[in-house]
């Protein structure tokens, strides 16, 4: 209690200009005390103004005063230095050189508790209290301390910038907005920062929207990470299983024909024993039948010669004696049947690895990348497409390395297969395509009639002249045909007119997960011509 009652009596008997304890005191017209140097200095400061103002309340007194000793104060400040009155405030209420220092206080400054837009200066706690009680210094906009007041001042016109030039996005006095400015799109500083403030909230609604996006993002990923390993783990367990079964059913097509092949072998080799016993049992008989005949030649009498001669003749062999002896040949055809299954299994396994391979690789868990805009951008998801010549219409000629096609007028001589479009001059890709996919078709200048860039289910049928088997007639492809400039889309047997610029290079992009099939044109920009939007169900061939 007795620090407060020392605090008081420090306030009530120090100099409001140098915050010291008075020296000299004097009294104003208004009751406000001060040291008599400290006043008469603020005083012949105002001199030129011919006025003199109370610096605690502002009032005015014309002409200057003359002001005599307060002998009252004087001695009760002598009274209470005797008692322990303080001189000076502590040293934290001073401004240290990373703080803003009052501008009215003379000698040591205290720290600013404000600053004053209007008057362009900062005051201490003491000093601020003119504003915070004179009605007119009310109105004043009162800040934190700030040291860059002067940033507020038209370094043109030395006036407060309190306008705000949209057109040249600037601070400007009331002076610049009718001289330069004058024809500019101009409004208050005030104005302007609502507006700004307006934008400004709206930009950290955003942001604190996408933060919490993200902050939800973040506290699922764990999640996300237990269910990618998890997915994984479960993948790999059922595709060993998979595996397995079919290895399993491997050895046991191998031991079918393991089997069939033994029994085979002993059914033939029971027949060749079998034959062999009856052609043992007629040499048997044809050498008794030659001795005999023997006999019957070497017979000295007529008469007994013709008599035995009708009882010796020779009944017919039933069997050939065309044998031909093939070694390790018999089963040839079993070898070479299981060579051909092999074959079409190491295809098989070999194609579904390679769609198995790329389906792995687009998992993608993340947040999915934009879409590419320059060419750049789009080769960094090229793939090379070669052109499979099981599927190739007789008349397309591939060549290169099964990367051109070339449409023939007479038939060529390509062999039967059952992936070979057999009416619909038509070929698909080797490469199956899946996650994202990027390509270019370079039509030939000159060629005559259309060229049409397609993409396929490999289900889509091929035999016949149906819509079935047609590229964008079906729900099992979708086609782009380009004729000049003129560019066409079909799918489903719906037509789809487009335009665009023309160009010798067709860019084709696929998003497959994402369900995104779109063709440019090529040429020093990327021009989209046409954008599809839909779900892949299997994986697409070119």
Same mark, same amino acid.
């Given at each position: 209690?007795?620090?407060?009652?020392?605090?008081?009596?420090?306030?009530?008997?120090?100099?409001?200009?140098?915050?010291?304890?008075?020296?000299?005191?004097?009294?104003?017209?208004?009751? @406000?005390?001060? %040291? $008599?140097? #400290?006043?008469?200095?603020?005083?012949? +400061?105002?001199?030129? *103004?011919?006025?003199? =103002?109370? !610096?605690q309340c502002g009032q005015t007194f014309t002409p200057?005063?003359?002001?005599?000793?307060?002998?009252?104060?004087?001695?009760?400040?002598?009274?209470?230095?005797?008692?322990?009155?303080?001189?000076?405030?502590?040293?934290?209420?001073?401004?240290?050189?990373?703080?803003?220092?009052?501008?009215?206080?003379?000698?040591?400054?205290?720290?600013? @508790?404000?600053? %004053? $837009?209007? #008057?362009?200066?900062?005051?201490?706690? +003491?000093?601020?209290? *003119?504003?915070?009680? =004179?009605? !007119?210094?009310?109105?004043?906009?009162?800040?934190?301390?700030?040291?860059?007041?002067?940033?507020?001042?038209?370094?043109?016109?030395?006036?407060?910038?309190?306008?705000?030039?949209?057109?040249?996005?600037?601070?400007?006095?009331?002076?610049?907005?009718?001289?330069?400015?004058?024809?500019?799109?101009?409004?208050?500083?005030?104005?302007?920062?609502?507006?700004?403030?307006?934008?400004?909230?709206?930009?950290?609604?955003?942001?604190?929207?996408?933060?919490?996006?993200?902050?939800?993002?973040?506290?699922?990923?764990?999640?996300?990470?237990?269910?990618?390993?998890?997915?994984?783990?479960?993948?790999?367990?059922?595709?060993?299983?998979?595996?397995?079964?079919?290895?399993?059913?491997?050895?046991?097509?191998?031991?079918?024909?393991?089997?069939?092949?033994?029994?085979?072998?002993?059914?033939?080799?029971?027949?060749?024993?079998?034959?062999?016993?009856?052609?043992?049992?007629?040499?048997?008989?044809?050498?008794?039948?030659?001795?005999?005949?023997?006999?019957?030649?070497?017979?000295?009498?007529?008469?007994?010669?013709?008599?035995?001669?009708?009882?010796?003749?020779?009944?017919?062999?039933?069997?050939?004696?065309?044998?031909?002896?093939?070694?390790?040949?018999?089963?040839?055809?079993?070898?070479?049947?299981?060579?051909?299954?092999?074959?079409?299994?190491?295809?098989?396994?070999?194609?579904?690895?390679?769609?198995?391979?790329?389906?792995?690789?687009?998992?993608?868990?993340?947040?999915?990348?934009?879409?590419?805009?320059?060419?750049?951008?789009?080769?960094?998801?090229?793939?090379?497409?070669?052109?499979?010549?099981?599927?190739?219409?007789?008349?397309?000629?591939?060549?290169?390395?099964?990367?051109?096609?070339?449409?023939?007028?007479?038939?060529?001589?390509?062999?039967?297969?059952?992936?070979?479009?057999?009416?619909?001059?038509?070929?698909?890709?080797?490469?199956?395509?899946?996650?994202?996919?990027?390509?270019?078709?370079?039509?030939?200048?000159?060629?005559?009639?259309?060229?049409?860039?397609?993409?396929?289910?490999?289900?889509?049928?091929?035999?016949?002249?149906?819509?079935?088997?047609?590229?964008?007639?079906?729900?099992?492809?979708?086609?782009?045909i380009c004729y000049g400039n003129i560019y066409v889309?079909?799918?489903?047997?719906?037509?789809?007119?487009?335009?665009?610029?023309?160009?010798?290079?067709?860019?084709?992009?696929?998003?497959h997960s994402a369900g995104v099939l779109s063709f440019?044109?090529?040429?020093?920009?990327?021009?989209?011509?046409?954008?599809?939007?839909?779900?892949?169900?299997?994986?697409?061939?070119?």
């Open positions: 209690m007795e620090q407060q009652e020392n605090q008081l009596d420090r306030e009530r008997f120090c100099c409001s200009i140098c915050l010291d304890p008075l020296k000299d005191p004097v009294t104003t017209g208004c009751g @406000h005390s001060y %040291c $008599l140097s #400290c006043i008469n200095t603020h005083w012949d +400061k105002e001199e030129e *103004r011919g006025s003199y =103002s109370c !610096p200057r005063p003359v002001l005599g000793k307060s002998t009252m104060l004087a001695d009760s400040l002598e009274e209470l230095k005797k008692t322990g009155l303080q001189a000076a405030p502590a040293d934290h209420c001073y401004a240290g050189p990373e703080d803003v220092a009052c501008d009215v206080c003379t000698g040591r400054k205290l720290k600013a @508790h404000k600053s %004053c $837009l209007v #008057c362009l200066a900062s005051y201490c706690e +003491k000093y601020l209290q *003119r504003h915070l009680q =004179s009605p !007119p210094l009310k109105k004043h906009k009162l800040v934190e301390p700030s040291e860059k007041l002067q940033e507020n001042i038209c370094s043109r016109h030395d006036k407060v910038m309190k306008m705000f030039c949209r057109t040249d996005q600037q601070c400007i006095c009331h002076l610049c907005s009718v001289g330069e400015h004058k024809y500019h799109d101009t409004v208050s500083a005030a104005a302007e920062r609502t507006e700004r403030q307006r934008e400004l909230g709206l930009r950290r609604q955003t942001i604190q929207q996408r933060l919490q996006d993200r902050e939800k993002d973040v506290k699922l990923l764990p999640q996300e990470e237990e269910a990618v390993n998890g997915s994984a783990d479960k993948t790999v367990e059922d595709s060993e299983k998979i595996f397995t079964e079919l290895s399993r059913l491997l050895e046991e097509r191998s031991s079918d024909v393991k089997q069939q092949i033994r029994s085979q072998q002993e059914t033939e080799v029971s027949r060749v024993r079998e034959l062999q016993e009856r052609l043992e049992q007629e040499i048997t008989e044809l050498k008794r039948k030659d001795h005999e005949l023997k006999q019957l030649a070497d017979t000295e009498g007529h008469n007994q010669f013709l008599h035995n001669y009708p009882s010796l003749s020779l009944s017919e062999s039933t069997h050939s004696s065309s044998i031909r002896i093939r070694p390790l040949r018999y089963f040839e055809d079993v070898t070479a049947a299981v060579s051909q299954v092999r074959g079409r299994l190491q295809d098989i396994l070999s194609e579904a690895e390679t769609e198995i391979l790329q389906i792995v690789s687009q998992v993608d868990v993340l947040l999915r990348q934009p879409e590419p805009e320059t060419r750049p951008d789009f080769l960094k998801y090229s793939m090379k497409i070669t052109l499979d010549p099981n599927t190739a219409n007789k008349h397309l000629l591939l060549s290169e390395g099964n990367r051109k096609v070339t449409r023939m007028s007479k038939t060529l001589t390509h062999s039967d297969h059952p992936d070979r479009f057999t009416v619909r001059r038509q070929v698909l890709s080797r490469e199956s395509l899946t996650g994202r996919c990027y390509w270019e078709v370079e039509v030939k200048v000159g060629v005559i009639g259309p060229v049409s860039v397609a993409v396929a289910y490999k289900n889509i049928r091929r035999a016949g002249y149906s819509h079935k088997c047609r590229f964008g007639f079906n729900d099992k492809s979708w086609i782009f889309f079909y799918y489903n047997s719906i037509k789809t007119p487009v335009s665009g610029p023309w160009s010798s290079r067709v860019g084709v992009y696929l998003d440019y044109s090529v040429s020093d920009t990327m021009t989209l011509l046409h954008r599809v939007q839909t779900t892949f169900t299997q994986p697409l061939y070119a």
